[in-house]
């Protein structure tokens, strides 16, 4: 089995799991599994009458499973969290923690093709049993999506040319691997901010294959509904569209517009914010630098 501080170590462990504020005997669940850094420790918290759901799609998770009778692994897309839930006969529970973003063994591991550290095939499939790859999104989509998918999701001022630079390139050859893609961008990539500006390229492709927003978006909709009165949310982002996305749900029950408002005017939430928002102490992000751009914000079930 695979130690879990080589699959991921995870971030802000203390304080996302102090957001959940445990019951021992309460029902809990991990939509992000991972390597179980998080999970582990939520059931040191539980006693024996509490449960713990996992949910990972990715397969190399399995390897993760503690051995734990209060602990069930679903290996679903957190999206259909309601759905699965029933399914294992539960309809309300205590706690959701989340850890958005790419697990340290995805960037790791150089065939999954998530780093740019290293030259793979166009891949950052979460789920590897997915047909969209990141091959099928830079040799496939129109130039007009392209350029909405760098400007949204990797926030670039020049996504329109980086659009068309790979339309043009593809004509005369696939661009199959991080190298080829890499040639292809060079252009746009600034002396001493390389690594940062394809970072970007690389995020925006990642958050296409995987529907990353759309994800989060279906599964917070669902939280007024799974979590009981008093129940936590904890929740960590890594960039500023996900961030944005969870602090107003917190604040507004929505994601675009005002705040719903009662007959007298009041404001009508399903969630009060717990806290300020919370970020890693410069002491975890020189022990793991993939902690500097995550956000821990924690609400409470109305």
């Known amino acids: 089995m695979m130690m879990e501080y080589e ?29 179980g ?54 309809k309300k529970v205590d ?23 290293f030259d793979a095939e166009l891949d950052m499939r979460m789920n590897q049993q997915s047909e969209v790859s990141a091959y099928s999104v830079v040799n496939e989509y129109e130039e007009a999506d392209l350029r909405m998918m760098f400007s949204m999701y990797g926030e670039l001022r020049n996504a329109g040319a980086i659009a068309r630079a790979i339309v043009g390139a593809r004509k005369d050859e696939e661009i199959k691997t991080g190298e080829d893609l890499k040639k292809v961008v060079s252009k746009f990539l600034p002396r001493f901010k390389e690594n940062k500006v394809l970072a970007q390229i690389y995020q925006a ?35 500023s569209l996900e961030d944005r996305l969870v602090k107003r749900f917190i604040r507004d029950g929505k994601f675009q517009g ?36 995550a956000k821990l914000r924690v609400a409470e079930r109305i």
């Open 205 to 239: 492709i990642r958050i296409e294959v995987n529907e990353e927003v759309e994800v989060l978006k279906e599964f917070l909709l669902q939280m007024p509904e799974v979590l009981n009165e008093g129940g936590r949310l904890s929740l960590i982002s890594y960039h």
């Open 95 to 117: 706690g959701v923690l989340g850890d958005f973003g790419v697990s340290s063994h995805q960037f790791d591991v150089p065939e999954r093709g998530f780093s740019t550290r």
């Open 37 to 90: 850094g998080h999970s582990r420790e939520i059931l040191k918290r539980l006693g024996p009458g509490g449960k713990l759901f996992g949910f990972d799609q990715d397969a190399d998770a399995l390897d993760n499973v503690p051995d734990d009778e209060r602990f069930v692994l679903i290996s679903e897309n957190f999206r259909f969290v309601k759905r699965f839930l029933r399914f294992h006969g539960v």
């Open 258 to 293: 005002q705040a719903e408002k009662d007959f007298y005017g009041n404001i009508d939430v399903p969630f009060k914010k717990v806290g300020g928002l919370i970020v890693p102490t410069e002491e975890e992000i020189a022990l793991n630098n993939r902690a500097r751009s």
């Open 7 to 35: 699959y991921h170590n995870p971030v802000l462990l203390k304080e996302t799991v102090d957001g959940l504020n445990i019951k021992e005997d309460g029902v809990y669940v991990d939509v992000t599994f991972g390597g």
